[in-house]
């Protein structure tokens, strides 16, 4: 979807805009096609504390993808006059890499105008604002449109296995095959200002047809 200026300068939601992605309402498991999306990601192994109340971030690695969202928002403003919202936190799950640390890829959405210029000006000032610190590695990419078995799951997220083991018996019943990781797109913005109970994950996974 191409990014287009309003006369009366909205700031844009891509969760209205992709509600097939970000509005998922509690019930059955849903399986849909996914379009190509925009995003910058962050590889990282970390030990993640499952509290998020008082540890929000991992403690051995700074979640950059956010600071440079940040930056892009303001950019965007600038040169396009277009004005957006930031999106939800997700994170694919990869496995423990080791010592007790997850491997993940962090991401955050990002509209379709955001250039590989508009990239690289936001993480400069980034580092610059880090004072010239050395920051770890993001990408700026594109992920295409993919087939996907996703339910939103309702209360803490250190309980989502038992979603996605819903998702895989459901997958497997409708005759597709679970390919890849799961991601996680953290619905609640400020986790530490809400019940855990009350706390939204989409769970998500991409599948593929069984022969």
Known sequence: MECSVQIKQITHDNRKIYPQVYAL?????????????????????????????SHPE?????????????????ISKRSLGYKF?????????HGIFENNKHSVTYMMQVPDCITLEMYEEAR????????????????????????????????HYRDTQLTLKEIEKYVEEQGYKVKGNRKEIYLNSGMCYHPHETWKTIVSVHIEKLN
């Open 124 to 155: 400069a000032k980034v580092e610059r604002n880090l004072r010239g610190q050395k920051i770890s590695e993001t990408k700026l990419i594109g992920e295409n449109s993919v087939l996907c078995a996703q339910k939103l799951h309702v209360g």
């Open 85 to 93: 919202k930031l999106m939800p936190h997700e994170i694919i799950w």
């Open 58 to 74: 991992p403690t051995d690695e700074q979640w950059i993808v956010v600071k440079i969202v940040n930056q892009l928002k303001q």
């Open 25 to 53: 309402k509690p019930g059955h498991v849903h399986i849909q096609q996914i379009p190509k999306l925009h995003y910058v990601s962050q590889e990282m192994n970390t030990a993640f504390h499952m509290n998020w109340v």
